[in-house]
């Protein structure tokens, strides 16, 4: 059995970034190149900020796989702060390539590989210039894939270029400037890294009898992250009436008799607690994360 | 013909327009809300000339769908999960009304335990409502299978409704590259009988033990009937499109194979790469795909089978309190046999886990001694 070349790459983002748009923009610019090509969106929860994975595999022949991506050749990371929070590197190849959103230099970047080759490209600042912001996300796919399309020379640019056109009809010029500007802004370095194996990453292996909504470690997984926006409570006008204990979905406000504290490992930032409070004592705040 | 990049839930939309459907009568859910989407946005660009009724129910969109097929029209519905689960009187209904829907279902988990990933209880646990019901294992068959199950529903010979299942997500959303456009494959739809304002007749009459019985066994019957000329749909849709689509099942390296995986879905393609890496270590292991479940080709599946040493079946849904649902259809179906093999059962990927080649390879060469494939093998 001869096998064809074949590449996969997975993205890592969160929710309104566009990855899955990316990862589906990529495999119809390999399709169009004569590849055989798959995109495989990975939904999470469905909410704006969870964290979303996205897959494409391109290959010489036909793909009959229907499972995700463990080994990548390329990782692209469409959010800067997720490299502290996932571990964008995982199965990643020895020798493979990570596309990262960041304003860090690829020499920042610890992993467990001996060497791969980093390419960062400050995508955040491209999509703010291009004025390709949604609801406050910058969007960051199109820069990204840019600078992806500067190390993977199997598809050109300009491919690319028409399927983004077609893609985006209105927006089709602010994005088309993005890609390129990701293209040329790109930094490509080759790293060293710890060369030490990980040791395999702790699967799931809790006993689930009964679907309760109390957030438990590896069910939902730490919710925090997901979040944009902090509520706090303010004890000054607090009555400890429960509203936002009874309210919230994720059981992520605690009580101890009437006093109530919120545990910020598993608030997912939906502010159901602040708009039912009837003192208004839940006062939101911007997500700092670090 | 037009090969483009296109999602499972596309494919099925595309190839409902490409078969001259009529009515959509729909309640849309996740995993296949896409592709009532992609419907409403053909019927209103004015590419697909249908009409589309948007309902208030998945109950009322089977009814919706067994009136307008009823009335001779060439029906089409899409739905998921908790929808099917909703449908389930109406699809007693439409089998025994012996309207030739075909739907397609985005296969999905039933909560609680909310989970809208891949599973194929919701099908199976529509089993024995008399429909006819395929698996698919690529977005190029869902675009195939919706169009052939039109012209093995509608036969004479078989008259009754066809589901179209593929794994949620895993096929519904994931996009690969299909070959659209049928040629001459279908005629126009030609009701044998069809609600008629100018001569009333009562359908869906009463029917007491004098006759429900052999009303029951007419639709037994013409699953039977349905084998052949589901074989028959499949090379004439191969001869007419070129196009080879498995529509019964499908044998992959099984000639002279010790050990057969059965599987079905989207697991029985990631089980082609478990028998080649398996086939590279000398291993003489082949795949039989069971893609149409009912009517169940039993004696095609002995025919596959009989010369194997072992057959490992894998179910993506469980029947609790017995096993998977596919393992006790082979089973049942070699117990004629004399020279049947012997046969595991295995149970992987329900609510969308992830069922890697990998683990498929473990699961033939022994591990899981439980049956319970439920390590994502990476
Ligand atoms: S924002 Fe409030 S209601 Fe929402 S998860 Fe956090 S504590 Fe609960
Ligand atoms: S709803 Fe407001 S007042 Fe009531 S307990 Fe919560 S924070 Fe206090």
């Known amino acids: ?290 | 013909m037009e090969r483009k990049l296109i999602t499972g839930n596309q494919a099925a939309a595309l190839a409902a327009r490409d078969s001259g459907v009529e009515v959509v009568a729909a309640y849309p859910i996740t995993p296949s809300t896409p592709v009532v989407e992609e419907i409403a946005r053909m019927v209103e660009s004015g590419e697909m000339d249908a009409r589309l009724i948007l309902v208030e129910s998945e109950h009322s969109a089977m009814a919706a769908c067994i009136g307008a097929s009823a009335s001779g029209s060439r029906v089409f519905t899409a739905t998921s999960s908790h929808g099917l689960a909703y449908m389930h009187e109406l699809l007693h209904y439409a089998a025994n009304a012996r309207t030739p829907v075909v739907m397609a279902v985005a296969n999905r988990a039933i909560g609680p335990g909310w989970n809208i990933w891949a599973d194929l209880g919701d099908t199976m646990s529509q089993r024995d409502t008399g429909w006819i019901q395929f698996y698919c294992s690529s977005n190029q068959e869902i675009y195939d299978t919706v169009v052939m199950a039109y012209r093995v529903a509608e036969d004479r010979q078989v008259l009754l409704p066809a589901m179209v299942c593929y794994d949620g997500f895993v096929l519904s959303h994931t996009a690969m590259p299909v070959v659209t456009g049928i040629g001459e494959f279908l005629e126009e739809y030609r009701a044998p009988w069809k609600v008629d304002f100018d001569e009333p007749e009562t359908f869906g009459n009463i029917l007491s033990s004098d006759y429900y019985m052999e009303l029951r066994k007419d639709v037994f019957e013409s699953h039977r009937k349905a084998i052949r000329i589901i074989k028959k749909t499949e090379e004439a849709f191969e001869s007419l499109t070129g196009r080879y689509s498995p529509l019964l099942l499908e044998k992959y390296m099984l000639d002279d194979a010790e050990t057969a995986i059965v599987a079905i879905g989207a697991i029985a393609s990631e089980s082609k790469i478990a028998v080649r890496k398996l086939r590279r270590d000398g291993k003489k292991v082949g795949l039989l795909r069971i893609k149409c479940f009912r009517p169940f080709p039993s004696t095609d599946v002995v025919e596959a089978l009989e010369s194997v040493d072992t057959a490992v079946v894998i179910d993506r849904s469980i029947s609790p309190g017995h096993e998977g649902q596919l393992f006790s259809e082979i089973k049942s179906a070699l117990y004629s046999s004399r020279n049947r093999p012997e046969i595991i059962g295995k149970v992987a990927g329900l609510g969308g886990r992830d069922v890697t080649f990998r683990a498929i390879e473990k699961a033939v060469c022994g591990e899981f001694r439980d049956g319970w494939i439920n390590e994502v093998v990476v």
Not at chain 1, 23 to 35: N, Q
Not at chain 1, 38 to 62: C, D, H, K, M, Y
Not at chain 1, 186 to 194: D, L, M
């Open chain 1, 1 to 290: 059995m001869v096998e064809g070349v074949r590449w996969e790459i997975r993205f890592h983002g969160r929710g309104g970034q566009g990855a899955v748009t990316a990862s589906l923009l990529l495999a119809e610019a390999a399709f169009r190149c004569g590849y055989y090509s798959q995109s495989i969106p990975f939904f999470g929860a469905e909410r704006r900020g969870a964290p979303v994975l996205a897959f494409t595999r391109i290959s010489e022949e036909e793909i009959l796989e229907r499972s995700q991506i463990y080994s990548p050749d390329c990782v692209i990371v469409l959010d800067p702060v997720l490299p502290g929070t996932v571990n964008i590197f995982s199965g990643l190849k020895n020798g493979g390539i990570a596309v990262i959103n960041t304003t860090d230099a690829p020499e920042k970047f610890r992993f467990h590989q001996n060497v791969l080759t980093i390419c960062t490209v400050d995508a955040v600042d491209i999509a703010i210039r291009n004025h390709l912001v949604v609801s406050g996300t910058p969007v960051v796919n199109i820069p990204l894939l840019g600078a992806f399309l500067r190390i993977f020379s199997r598809i050109p640019p300009e491919i690319t270029e028409d399927v983004i056109r077609e893609r985006f009809r209105r927006n089709w010029k602010a994005n088309v400037r993005a890609m390129w500007e990701g293209y040329e802004n790109a930094v490509i370095r080759k790293v060293k890294g710890s060369g030490k194996t990980m040791s395999q990453e702790s699967k799931c292996s809790i006993a689930v009898r009964v679907p309760v909504s109390k957030p438990v470690k590896g069910v939902a997984g730490r919710t925090s992250i997901w979040r944009d926006f902090v509520p706090e409570i303010d004890y000054s006008r607090c009555t400890g009436c429960l509203n936002c204990w009874l309210h919230c979905p994720e059981s992520a406000v605690l009580r101890d008799g009437r006093e109530v504290r919120i545990d910020y490992d598993f608030c997912k930032g939906c502010l159901v607690c602040s708009s039912v409070c009837p003192k208004t004592a839940i006062s939101v705040a911007r997500e700092v994360m670090g």
